[in-house]
């Protein structure tokens, strides 16, 4: 298959796959009558948990990477902030912000890669890069602005926290385009989750999980989705994404982050969330945004070499 149409493949299922994931995070902190089941800080480390021992067959088999400092501490941005603040992050901005209104802050990712690539990687934008990520992201200011308002104080701490990890997201592509072309994506991606595993065992059993399946009402069902979010929604995809990135631009992998409030919106359907013509507008001038970054630039570039 053209690579180009496997990149593409792959930006429509990870914006699928990442799209649930925000609702698989609430659904394995609540019930759907609101009761609670996990904290927050218990769904992040099960999350890390379970997507790290779902690629430690892999990683041990590349332990022999990590004896290389450089490579040791790349890994370690990538695991860090790439994976696992993030999930920290995300799952205590929900417990205040609802999912669809968590995956339209996730995308200010493009904006912080384009920023570190430019600013640090010296990496050149065209014209129709610029413009492309101009009306996206114009598009996701107004997506954003025409859900639920936060309420409180509290909850611009909780929209703050997915800014912080929009950040980490960025500053871990980045470090894979640039500095890890060397190794292949599943070394990466599970190399860079087996760093972070003794961590996560630690937050395990601080937080008494084990005691909180044993004892919580629905402990169980709320378990198989943060399951689900962790071998498909994180194990599985990152290493897709690791791939994609590998075989595209930053701007192009980062542009799932575009797509990922759309999927996010309408999975919320299902879930009795109302969306609105101001989001429906938005979410096209978002799609906008992509085809002009991606697509006219690719034919631009295409032109260019027949040339």
Same mark, same amino acid.
């Given at each position: ?6 990149? $593409? ?8 796959? $990442? ?17 609670? =089941? ?11 948990? *379970? ?27 990538? +695991? ?16 205040? &912000?609802?999912? +669809? ?38 598009? =996701? ?14 909850? $611009?701490?909780?929209?703050? %926290? =997915? ?9 871990? &592509? ?19 989750? %087996? ?7 630690? !937050? ?12 919580? @009402? ?7 989705? !943060? ?12 290493? &897709? ?15 799932? #982050?575009?797509?990922? @409030?759309?999927?996010? *919106? ?7 969330? @109302?969306?609105?013509?101001?989001? !429906? #507008? ?10 002009? %970054?991606?697509? &006219? ?11």
């Amino acid at each position: 298959m053209n690579l180009t149409y496997q990149n $593409w493949i792959l930006l429509f299922f990870l914006s699928f796959v $990442w799209g649930s994931s925000f609702i698989l995070m609430k659904l394995g902190m609540f019930t759907s009558t609101g009761a609670a =089941i996990f904290s927050d800080t218990q769904v992040a480390a099960l999350r890390m948990l *379970l997507a790290s021992l779902t690629l430690l067959p892999f990683a041990i088999r590349k332990f022999h990477l990590l004896k290389s400092l450089r490579n040791l501490r790349l890994l370690s941005i990538v +695991g860090l902030a790439g994976n696992f603040l993030p999930a920290f992050l995300f799952t205590y901005a929900e417990t205040e &912000l609802p999912s +669809g209104y968590a995956g339209m802050l996730n995308s200010f990712t493009p904006i912080f890669a384009l920023i570190i690539g430019w600013g640090i990687f010296k990496s050149k934008l065209t014209n129709y890069q610029l413009i492309g990520v101009f009306i996206g992201t114009t598009g =996701i200011v107004l997506l954003t602005l025409s859900g639920s308002a936060p309420k409180g104080g509290a909850s $611009w701490l909780h929209i703050g %926290a =997915i800014v912080l990890a929009t950040l980490c997201y960025a500053i871990s &592509l980045n470090t894979i385009k640039y500095t890890l072309n060397h190794i292949k994506s599943i070394e990466i991606t599970s190399l860079s989750f %087996a760093i972070t595993l003794p961590i996560s065992i630690a !937050i395990t059993f601080v937080t008494d999980i084990p005691q909180t399946l044993l004892e919580t @009402p629905n402990a169980f069902q709320g378990f198989s989705f !943060i399951a689900i979010l962790s071998v498909i929604g994180t194990a599985l995809a990152v290493v &897709l994404f690791t791939k994609l990135i590998s075989n595209s631009s930053i701007l192009f992998a980062s542009s799932v #982050t575009y797509l990922i @409030p759309i999927v996010a *919106l309408l999975i919320g359907l299902v879930f009795d969330e @109302p969306i609105n013509i101001y989001q !429906i #507008t938005s979410m096209i001038l978002v799609l906008c945004g992509i085809f002009m %970054a991606n697509v &006219l630039t690719n034919r631009k570039s295409s032109q260019r070499i027949k040339k």
